[in-house]
């Protein structure tokens, strides 16, 4: 079955950055469109960013400038760079695997906090 493993989350100064990876198997990782998710204490979930099989990404205008999602299909694992993290980015991030542009399979989630 599909298996979607997050690391690299933590907890992170205002201005820092952090990458969090995003490891698959179980399935033909190349061929599917990838993306991730965040859902901080309160709120409702929200797209991040997503990138297509073909490597066409797509970012939520509040991380516009500021995180790069992109995948290595060798090591079936993508990827979401976040530089000048704020605390509003707190949250826990999901990855997904995105079917017709929407999410079909979810990790179990990773917590980014970002406070002094």
């Known amino acids: 079955q599909v298996q979607l493993v997050e690391s690299g989350g933590g907890l992170v100064q205002p201005g820092g950055s952090l990458r969090l990876s995003c490891a698959a198997s179980?399935?033909?990782?190349?061929?599917?469109?990838m993306g991730w998710y965040r859902q901080a204490p309160g709120k409702q979930r929200e797209l991040v960013a997503t990138i297509t099989s073909g490597s066409n990404t797509n970012y939520a205008d509040s991380v516009k400038g500021r995180f790069t999602i992109s995948r290595d299909n060798a090591k079936n694992t993508v990827y979401l760079q976040m530089n000048s993290l704020k605390p509003e980015d707190t949250a826990v991030y999901y990855c997904?695997?995105?079917?017709?542009?929407?999410?079909?399979?979810w990790g179990q989630g990773i917590q980014v906090t970002v406070s002094s």
């Open positions: 179980g399935m033909i990782f190349s061929i599917y469109g």
């Open positions: 997904v695997v995105m079917t017709i542009a929407t999410p079909s399979r």
